[in-house]
């Protein structure tokens, strides 16, 4: 199965986590066009988190990375990423080589969406850590860069979120 991942999933080692998708190989950085990275997924804990929005318009385009997943892995992909409870599955066109092929993405419900959420700062840093190390555009990193985010009041749930993100990254 092919998943198209644009949030903290594009980061290789949190999407293989085993209550994920420890299968996931990536085929390679691609592109969803007529969409727009968002944060406007209203999560249980209140934050922001990612959606791929569909404006429509030609110029808004969301990066990220197509994984080839395992159908075994899917029951645990889907309950890790909320669907159902905040995110439904799509199948979208996503170009990868210069053709168009089909991967499953998944893209908030309506009444999910909030304005003027922001997500916290370890989850923001889930998804750059994805989009360095699968190498995405410079100017699409630093929009996300720009992106505003606040501290977690959770603080043992922060410190769990960044040591996992410690131990991911190259020495």
């Known amino acids: 199965m092919r998943y198209f991942a644009y949030g903290s999933n594009m980061a290789t080692s949190r999407l293989r986590a085993p209550n ?3 299968s996931a190989r990536s085929l ?3 592109v969803l066009r007529q969409h727009s990275l968002r944060f406007h997924k209203k999560s249980q804990d209140v934050s922001g988190k990612c959606d791929a929005y569909s404006t429509g318009r030609t110029a808004d385009v969301v990066v990220g990375v197509v994984f080839e997943v395992d159908p075994r892995d899917k029951a ?3 309950g890790a990423e909320g669907l159902g409870r905040g995110y439904e599955e799509r199948e979208v066109p ?7 092929v089909r991967a499953f993405c998944y ?3 309506p009444e999910w969406m909030q304005v003027n959420l922001a997500p916290y700062d370890w989850y923001k840093d889930w ?3 994805g989009a360095r190390e699968h190498g995405l ?3 699409y990193i630093r929009s996300i860069e ?3 985010a606040h501290s977690d009041p959770d603080d043992a749930r922060a410190r769990r979120e960044r040591e996992a993100q410690r131990k991911s990254r190259p020495d």
Request: hydrophobic share 45%; net charge negative.
């Open 94 to 100: 996503v170009e990868m080589d210069g053709e168009t």
């Open 20 to 22: 994920r998708a420890p």
């Open 146 to 148: 720009m992106v505003e």
């Open 76 to 78: 645990a992909l889907d």
């Open 127 to 129: 998804i750059l850590l």
């Open 137 to 139: 555009p410079e100017h």
């Open 107 to 109: 893209l908030a419900e």
């Open 28 to 30: 390679g950085v691609e």
